[in-house]
């Protein structure tokens, strides 16, 4: 099981964690979000075990294996199976403890679903078990809490990444996409990265369906809301003809 070294906790961090504010775990994931800054991520899953270790509770497990799952995702960006390999066991174990409990089980459900079609991503010939399991804990999540913006998410994910001839859909994958920002707004998640993830995604599947406006409008809002994400406009902006 990995363990995680102290080193990797700035000075600020533990200032942070003496104050107990939750609040900037979550700055320190958009930030490393923005940056796709796997060093920072690494800082961040630190930072949450030590608050996890501190205050063990439901609450700081599920922000520490969310910040673990966003390392998970920052590793796919250059498919950094090392890196991936690493974090995933750990991660994937407190998704699986958190789906058993009642507060968090449907979004660690989603979670975990996704979880699995990163491993499925790095190694296909997996799909044949983990597709089945990453469904079910899907159809699980969603009958559970429909309305979370997370759990829509990951459903909206799973139906972009998911093949046709296997169910997957473009336009039911679009309206998750767009109904999961719709449902955080005025939360929490609101100010997280998964926000500007879901606007980025929004427009990519806008442009593969052949409405360039919307695409366009969807990433400038993006931009209104964080102008340093880059990847829309160093990226996917320019790609729109």
Request: net charge positive.
């Amino acid at each position: 099981m990995k363990t995680y070294s102290k080193s990797l906790i700035l000075p600020l961090m533990f200032v942070l964690l003496a104050m107990g504010i939750p609040q900037e775990l979550k700055q320190m994931n958009y930030l490393a979000y923005l940056k796709s800054d796997k060093s920072a991520w690494k800082k961040n899953v630190a930072f949450a075990m030590k608050l996890y270790q501190d205050q063990p509770s439901a609450d700081t497990e599920f922000q520490l294996a969310f910040t673990e799952y966003g390392l998970l995702n920052v590793s796919m960006v250059d498919m950094d199976k090392k890196l991936f390999d690493s974090y995933v066991d750990e991660c994937e174990s407190r998704l699986e403890k958190l789906a058993a409990g009642k507060k968090y089980g449907a979004d660690a459900k989603a979670l975990l679903s996704g979880l699995y079609g990163y491993k499925i991503a790095h190694s296909p010939l997996k799909a044949m078990l983990l597709g089945s399991k990453s469904s079910g804990l899907l159809e699980q999540a969603m009958k559970q809490k429909p309305e979370s913006p997370i759990v829509l998410k990951m459903y909206a994910s799973n139906q972009y990444f998911t093949p046709a001839m296997w169910g997957g859909n473009k336009e039911l994958a679009l309206k998750a996409f767009e109904k999961s920002t719709q449902k955080l707004l005025g939360t929490e998640l609101e100010k997280s990265w998964i926000h500007l993830d879901n606007l980025a995604w929004t427009g990519i599947l806008q442009r593969e369906m052949g409405d360039q406006v919307k695409a366009k409008a969807t990433w400038k809002k993006a931009l209104e809301i964080e102008p340093e994400f880059y990847w829309v406009s160093k990226s996917l902006l320019p790609s729109l003809n």
